[in-house]
């Protein structure tokens, strides 16, 4: 990871954000030496999946564990 001076970072700071997006590779913006900041590229964050939304909203049959399977692919199918 490179290691780029604050002062540099402020005059290339376009051209250091396209590289950084263009390669992936992160670089670490430093004063005196210290490093101060990670510059990476951003990614968004897909939403997590709830689970249990649909909790209460379905019914089933009283049945349903003695249907077999070609009974329960016409339930998702929607024949009677």
Not at 4 to 14: G, M, P, Q, R, V
Not at 28 to 56: H, M, Q, T
């Amino acid at each position: 990871m490179e290691k780029i001076n604050i002062y540099e970072a402020k005059t290339n700071l376009s051209r250091l954000i396209n590289v950084v997006v263009e390669s992936g590779e992160p670089f670490v913006i430093a004063r005196n030496g210290k490093a101060l900041v990670k510059v990476v590229p951003f990614s968004e964050e897909k939403p997590k999946r709830a689970l249990g939304f649909l909790s209460g909203t379905l019914t089933l049959p009283d049945n349903f564990d003695e249907m077999n399977g070609s009974e329960i692919e016409d339930l998702f199918s929607g024949k009677e």
